[in-house]
């Protein structure tokens, strides 16, 4: 399958602090990338919808100033969470669609995820 | 709200086949059926995809009846390793639909 990368897995800063975490298509092209935020035994919450060349498409309460996404080339979006605070400590997954390669239609691959600890 | 329904929890046993059902009750004409596996602190990972009838790959096979409001994701022989959090996501990736996840089901296997 199409492989998805984030960096870093895990980071752990001071509150106040930014933090970017990245997304990368290994080995296909994504004009749109999403990313997700999930708590400890919980399902996973869409934040955002990525989109190449243009605006990210925010899901309602989450804070487009705080939550900063770029996705500058079609194998890179970044989320940074600009001042964060402990309550911003989660489980950030981006995810990445692929088009085609089983045939039918496109399909969702996502990261491994990043693990933000903010003290 | 998660176009999908799934049981909670399942338990096993290692070597048994397991069959976890998914309801899509409002599943749309160009919706395709995506399984994920999740384990702790990871991503989760593509299992299986299809649309209708039977689709079976290598670790697993996806049976879709007629009406497609409903799917079964069946693993076969499954081992400890397969203790995880399956999720079924409905939607159509060809229009980029944002696909929000269901609350997944906490398949147990016991040795």
């Known amino acids: 399958g199409a492989v998805v990368s984030q960096h870093p897995s895990r980071v752990i800063c001071k509150s106040g602090t930014s933090v970017k975490i990245e997304c990368r298509s290994l080995?296909?092209?994504?004009?749109?990338m999403f990313w997700y935020r999930q708590f400890p035994k919980k399902s996973l919450m869409l934040m955002a919808t990525s989109n190449e060349g243009s605006k990210a498409t925010y899901e309602q309460g989450v804070e487009k100033d705080k939550f900063l996404i770029n996705h500058a080339s079609l194998t890179l979006s970044t989320l940074t969470v600009t001042s964060a605070h402990p309550e911003d400590s989660s489980f950030y997954i981006c995810?990445?669609?692929?088009?085609?390669?089983?045939?039918?239609?496109?399909?969702?691959?996502f990261g491994p995820g990043t693990r933000l600890t903010v003290l | 709200l998660a176009k999908t329904t799934q049981p909670i929890s399942m338990d096993s046993y290692e070597g048994q086949e397991v069959n976890i059902t998914c309801s899509h009750n409002n599943i749309a004409t160009n919706d395709y059926i995506t399984w994920y596996q999740q384990f702790p602190s990871q991503g989760p990972r593509f299992i299986i995809q299809?649309?209708?009838t039977k689709v079976t790959n290598e670790v697993a096979s996806l049976f879709i009846p007629a009406d497609r409001k409903s799917s079964t994701l069946s693993l076969p022989r499954v081992s400890l390793s397969d203790t995880a959090v399956y999720y079924c996501l409905v939607g159509d990736f060809n229009r980029d639909d944002k696909i929000i996840f269901g609350k997944g089901t906490r398949l147990h296997i016991l040795p």
């Open positions: 995810s990445a669609i692929t088009s085609g390669h089983l045939g039918d239609t496109d399909t969702q691959y």
């Open positions: 299809g649309y209708k």
């Open positions: 080995d296909f092209q994504a004009t749109t």
